[in-house]
């Protein structure tokens, strides 16, 4: 029998590949091979499945993303973070089914509040304090506003990545974290970083 992690990993693979509201609780219990009821000991409802699966989901990128921090102490080098922050969120975003954030907007509300609350927080708790350090490192420009930054380009990833069909579909990871990301903090770093440490 499947043990609750079991069936949240299970669940959010599918949700991801083929939409929330598409993959049913029946082929969820089907695959792994146990009672719909059996479903239904761990999860009140098809929503609360939703919500499960995404928080577990979220949790993996969040303790992801602390451990290479955690493990990468330089502190020298904020934007070197930065930058493995927006390519892990590259690489998730690849694996998913535009559809899944549509759904999960449309038909699962709370649980899509969760995923807007990560988003949140990876730019203002994590990313903004790094893009302070560089600037206090004077790796970026004074005069450059970050909150702005962090507003017009920062927060946006998702919405430029989906803008068309999916942008994973004609460019690599490399060639979108290259002009989504490196390419702006290119633009407000000072000279005297630029030329000591291109990125």
């Known amino acids: 029998m499947s043990d609750k992690i079991e069936i949240l990993a299970h669940a959010i693979e599918n949700f991801t590949r ?11 219990a089907s ?4 009672s719909k009821k059996t479903l239904y000991k761990h999860f009140s409802s098809k929503e609360k499945l939703v919500s499960e699966s995404l928080a577990y989901f979220l ?3 969040r303790t992801d993303i602390e451990k290479y921090i955690s493990e990468n102490p330089n502190k020298e080098e904020p934007l070197t973070t930065i930058i493995y922050i ?17 759904g999960l907007n449309k038909y699962y509300p709370e649980a899509y509040q ?16 790094l893009l302070q350090k560089a600037q206090i490192l004077e790796q970026i420009r004074p005069n450059v506003n970050l909150e702005l930054v962090c507003t017009l380009f920062l927060s946006r990833m998702e919405d430029i990545v989906y ?3 999916n942008l994973f579909n004609e460019f690599s990871i490399k060639e979108l974290l290259d002009h989504i990301i490196i390419n702006n903090l290119r633009g407000i770093l000072t000279l005297n970083y630029l030329q000591k440490c291109p990125v």
């Open 31 to 34: 695959e792994l091979g146990i």
């Open 163 to 165: 803008s068309k069909e």
């Open 86 to 102: 927006y390519k892990k969120g590259l690489m998730v975003y690849q694996n998913l089914n535009p559809s899944f954030l549509r």
């Open 59 to 61: 949790n993996d990128i």
């Open 18 to 28: 083929f939409g929330s509201k598409r993959f049913s609780m029946d082929e969820l």
């Open 114 to 129: 969760k995923y807007i609350e990560l988003k949140k927080e990876i730019v203002w708790n994590m990313v903004h304090p």
